[in-house]
């Protein structure tokens, strides 16, 4: 069984076709700059050249019919026909309240999506344009959709509740939701078989650090408590997300530079967090070579950002009485020997050791805590594709 999984983006596509019998991606590529100039869709099979193939995308329908046009090609294709898709896996941002799990999208599914939008203006609406392209190419192939929030959804009342007016989060459902659902959940469950453990005996922190960038705490395979929350801006500095911050902020903010709602959006979304903090950049090698060279910004940016998730470590530690296991994952977790160090330095009292010849990894399972350290400390490269294809698989079987 073959199962093709979507990401779609406002402007972009992200694909993999993962053979299910073995689990390997067959073929995998992104469309991009759909509905902008200069669209393209870059394409590649395990083991062969990368393609890219420059033409006009007007819309994610054009897109999706690039990607099946390349998966069917003769010459870079994976498969003969279109009919070797026994499935499609769409990754769906958030899922609000309703969805705790992956389901089989229907008509009633899509209502409940579209219900969601106001909880995910710029995520929801691409990945229902993903949904609806798909289902006028392949009308009969079976669809699944997989929410970043649905792993969340176990989070007890008091991980969840803002101390706001309850009215609020019963008339607007503004709430802690939690993101990255799938990538806590496959890094976690792969932690427990990386160490022969059942992950119900286990108390595991799953660090998330990408572009975005979030912690969860996960007590026997479940999620209860994520940095995360009503939208993906709490929590950790981000690469260009401010995170958590004092609220008092955005009124004097307003008052002072006259800003509106929009303005701040803008200014807590894109011009902050590690690229605000330092000037520099948004991306970690850039910041890490900067911090190498001596500079101080790039230094204290590196010791802010590090300090952040050390302060949650701790708080998830005493959340869930103890902690057997942290993993790192995603571009900076997977890569970033100097920021898993950070994080862990000064921890040995808490049973937390790491390694520092092992730690010198890059994107490689591993388990990079010394011998004698009580808490177990991995590197977990995630694979939130193929969580989204084994879903789908075990949905329409
Ligand atoms: P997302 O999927 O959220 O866009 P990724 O998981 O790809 O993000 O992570 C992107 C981040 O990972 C960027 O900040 C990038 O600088 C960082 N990163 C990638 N490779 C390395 C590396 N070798 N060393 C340090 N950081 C890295």
């Known amino acids: 069984m073959n199962v093709l999984v979507i990401n ?26 759909i509905g902008i100039d200069g669209s393209r869709l870059k394409h590649e099979i395990e083991g062969r050249d990368k393609v890219v193939i420059e033409k006009e995308m007007k819309n994610h329908k054009d897109a999706l019919k690039m990607v099946l046009d390349a998966l069917v090609n003769e010459d870079y294709g994976a498969i ?10 769409h990754r769906v941002v958030h899922g609000g309240e309703k969805f705790s799990g992956s389901v089989v999208i229907t008509d009633e599914v899509k209502k409940a999506l579209e219900e969601c939008i106001d909880l995910a203006p710029l995520h929801n609406p691409p990945n229902l344009m993903g949904i609806n392209a798909c289902q006028e190419i392949l009308p009969n192939v079976p669809m699944v959709g997989v929410f970043d929030t649905a792993f969340h959804q176990t989070m007890p009342k008091s991980s969840y509740l803002y101390a706001l007016p309850y009215e609020l989060y019963e008339k607007y459902g503004i709430r802690r939701y939690g993101f990255h659902g799938t990538s806590h959940k496959y890094v976690s469950q792969r932690a427990a078989e990386i160490l022969g453990e059942n992950i119900e005996n286990l108390k595991i922190i799953t660090c998330h650090l990408g572009n975005g960038a979030s912690v969860a705490a996960v007590d026997g395979g479940k999620s209860v408590d994520t940095t995360m929350g009503f939208t993906p801006l709490e929590g950790l500095i981000m690469g260009t997300r401010c995170g958590d911050i004092d609220p008092a902020i955005l009124p004097f903010l307003m008052e002072k530079e006259n800003l509106n709602a929009s303005d701040l959006s803008n200014l807590m979304n894109k011009k902050s967090g590690i690229l ?19 500079d101080e910004k790039a230094i204290l940016g590196l010791e802010t950002y590090c300090k952040k998730i050390k302060k949650y470590i701790g708080a998830y530690m005493a959340e869930m009485g103890g902690v057997d296991a942290i993993v790192f994952t995603a571009g900076i977790g997977e890569n970033s020997d100097v920021v898993r160090k950070e994080v862990c330095k000064g921890l040995e009292r808490l049973g937390i050791e790491i390694d520092e010849e092992k730690n010198k990894v890059r994107g490689q399972e591993r388990i990079i805590s010394t011998e004698n350290s ?12 193929l969580m989204i294809a084994r879903d789908t698989a075990a949905l329409v079987k």
């Open 276 to 294: 605000g903090l330092t000037g520099i950049s948004s991306d970690f090698r850039d910041i890490e070579d900067a911090a190498a060279a001596g």
């Open 8 to 33: 779609c983006g406002s402007s972009s596509l992200k694909y993999q076709l993962i053979n299910m019998e073995n689990e390997q991606v067959m073929a995998k590529g992104l469309a991009e700059r």
């Open 374 to 385: 009580k808490v177990k400390v991995l590197i977990v490269p995630t694979n939130e594709e």
């Open 80 to 89: 003969k026909d279109m009919s070797e898709i026994s499935a499609v896996g």
